[in-house]
């Protein structure tokens, strides 16, 4: 039973890496940002795990594994930060975030 | 006949992938964009299965697909209407500048693996039964890679501390609220 190459796999992985790029820089809401940021990440886990299958070698699916560990503490900051915000009574969108004073 | 299932089922996975990508980019409330971000987590796992990921296809839905976008829908109920930021996208060649960066970074990469790997990306390696199976990833974790895995320990914990720490008021705050009840 053979699938599609890797090569189809990379593909994917590159238009899902651009859709991702594409929402952090078009986008506003620092929650939507957050969301294209793990668009991006997961494109790179994709292709990781795509390598590891055409080499047969599971290096790159230790590697993702510690992407996703990353990616979560990425999300608890983030979030956390955009609650912090929040709380401040400042106004959602990462165009005024202009200092960073606490 | 097992060919063109797999590849029916890539292709469903593939298309949901990327269609629910550009669902999370374009829908201006945050919490569509977040239910369509755990069906695109979910449609992943789906690949990483075929790319014969298995322990990775489980982590992906438990970790991802739950817990971490259970937290992103905590935080976008919270914030409640505050969390829509309209879709403005600022003047238009801001919108231009995006996609063209975007499309420019998709053809380079395309084009970087065309060069490089060639035809080479055809030939897959002969794998066990076994390969990503959640015994051989465990082995992997706490023999050869045991460094990483005590590092991501260590990255996980300073991570929940600082978020302990976001998530306390400052004396600042206390003060901010006091002012908000006596107006």
Known sequence: MRGPDVSWYLIVSAILFSIGVLGVILRRSPLIVLLSLEIMLNAANLALISFARLHGDHDGQIFALAVMAVAASEVVVGLGLIVAVARRKLVLDVDRFRVLRG | ?183
């Open chain 2, 1 to 183: 006949m097992g060919d063109i299932l797999v590849w029916a089922i890539w292709i469903l996975a593939a298309g949901a992938c990327l269609g629910s990508g550009i669902a999370v980019v374009s829908f201006g409330n945050p919490f569509f964009s977040a239910l369509a971000l755990i069906g695109n987590l979910a449609s992943l796992a789906v690949l990483f299965l075929l790319a014969s990921a298995e322990f990775l296809a489980a982590a992906q839905v438990l970790v991802y697909a739950g817990a971490v976008m259970v937290m992103f829908l905590f935080v976008i109920a919270y914030l409640g209407g505050r969390a829509d930021t309209p879709f403005e996208g600022g003047p238009s060649w801001v919108s231009a500048g995006a996609v063209v960066a975007a499309t420019a970074l998709l053809v380079e990469i395309v084009v970087v693996i065309g060069l490089k790997a060639g035809d080479a990306l055809s030939r897959e390696a002969d794998i066990e039964r076994s390969f990503g199976s959640p015994a051989e990833i465990g082995r992997l974790f706490l023999t050869d890679h045991l460094l990483a895995f005590e590092i991501t320990s260590i990255v996980l914990l300073v991570a929940a501390i600082g978020g302990v720490i976001l998530g306390t008021k400052t004396r600042d705050e206390d003060e901010l609220d006091r002012l908000g009840e006596s107006a």
